[in-house]
C-alpha cells in the first residue's frame, strides 16, 4: 500500500512539471515567419516598432508573429496589420496587322478609315498602344466579276459600181475585237454608189467586287502580374516598470499535493504498524 501511494505521488509531480514544457514545446512547432526589416522609432513617449514580412502565394500570413514581447526594457503591443500589393511588369515588342474592307482603292478615301493608333490587348495579357506604319499599307482586290457589253464600229466604202453587199467586208477589227456587220445604208452618187456600214460585237471587262486594305501597327506593350505580398506589423511600446517578482504560482499547486502525499504515506505507515500489532496480539491471545 506505501508502495503504491508513492508511485501514485511520483506520477502526479511529473506531470504538473512536464505539462508547462510540453505547452513551450508545442508553441515551438509552430510555423514562424521572420521580417525582411524591422524599423523602430520614437513616437512621443511611447515607442513605434515595425516588422515588415514579404510574403509569397505559398505563405500563410496567419503564421506572422503578433503577440506582446518585451525588448530593450520596453513592452510592445500590437497596434494594426498593413497590407499591400506587390505588382511586377514585363514588356515587349508587338506588332498587328489590321484588316479592312472597303469598296474603293482611292488611297485618300481610305486613309480616314485607317486610325492613327489602336489600343490592344494580346492573349497572354498584354496591353497597350500601337502606332500605324503608313508603309506598310496594301489595297488588294477581295474578287473579279466580268461584264459584258455591245460596241459597234461605222465604216464607209464610196465609190462602189453596184449597191452589192459582197462589196462591203462581212467582219473588221476594232479596238482589238472582232466586229461582225450588222447594217449597211447605201447612196447613189453620179453613177456610184456609197455604203455606210455599221458592225457589231460583244466587249467583256473584269472588274472589282470590292478591296481588302491591310495595313501594320507596331508598338510596345506591357503585362502587369501580381508579386509577393508585403505585410506590416505596427507595435506600441511602453516602458517597463520595475516591478516586485512574482511567486511561480505553479508551486502552490505542486506544494499541497506533495503534502497530501507525504500525509498519506505517514498514515499508511501507521495503519501498518497498528496491523501488525493487532496480529501479534491475536497470536498471543489464541
Not at 514581447?69 to 496587322?97: C, I, M, N, P
Amino acid at each position: 500500500m506505501k508502495r503504491t501511494l508513492s508511485l501514485c505521488c511520483a506520477a502526479l509531480l511529473s506531470c504538473l512539471m512536464t505539462c508547462p514544457a510540453l505547452a513551450a514545446d508545442a508553441l515551438l512547432l509552430m510555423p514562424s515567419l521572420y521580417p525582411t526589416e524591422v524599423k523602430e522609432y520614437a513616437n512621443g513617449e511611447e515607442m513605434r516598432l515595425e516588422r515588415t514580412y514579404l510574403l509569397s502565394s505559398a505563405d500563410d500570413p496567419a503564421n506572422i508573429p503578433v503577440g506582446d514581447f518585451d525588448r530593450e526594457g520596453w513592452h510592445y503591443t500590437l497596434l494594426d496589420v498593413t497590407r499591400q500589393e506587390t505588382v511586377k511588369s514585363d514588356a515587349k515588342d508587338y506588332a498587328e496587322t489590321y484588316t479592312l474592307d472597303t469598296d474603293t482603292k482611292d488611297m485618300e478615301k481610305i486613309m480616314p478609315q485607317l486610325a492613327a493608333e489602336r489600343t490592344v490587348t494580346t492573349e497572354d495579357g498584354y496591353t497597350g498602344t500601337l502606332m500605324l506604319d503608313t508603309a506598310s499599307i496594301k489595297v488588294e482586290a477581295a474578287g473579279y466579276n466580268t461584264s459584258t457589253r455591245t460596241v459597234t464600229a461605222a465604216r464607209t466604202y464610196p465609190n462602189l459600181s453596184d449597191a452589192d453587199v459582197s462589196f462591203v467586208p462581212k467582219s473588221i477589227t476594232d479596238n482589238g475585237r472582232t466586229l461582225e456587220l450588222s447594217d449597211v445604208q447605201w447612196q447613189e452618187s453620179e453613177g456610184f454608189y456609197h455604203a455606210s456600214a455599221t458592225y457589231t460585237g460583244k466587249a467583256s471587262s473584269k472588274y472589282a467586287t470590292g478591296y481588302i486594305v491591310t495595313a501594320d501597327y507596331s508598338g510596345e506593350v506591357v503585362r502587369t502580374t501580381a508579386d509577393d505580398t508585403v505585410y506590416t506589423a505596427v507595435f506600441s511600446g511602453t516602458p517597463i516598470q520595475t516591478k516586485t517578482e512574482t511567486p511561480d504560482w505553479r508551486w502552490l499547486l505542486i506544494l499541497p499535493v506533495g503534502a497530501g502525499a507525504a500525509g498519506l504515506g505517514v498514515l499508511g505507515n501507521k495503519w501498518l504498524k497498528k496491523r501488525r500489532n493487532e496480529k501479534k496480539w491475536e497470536d498471543y491471545t489464541k
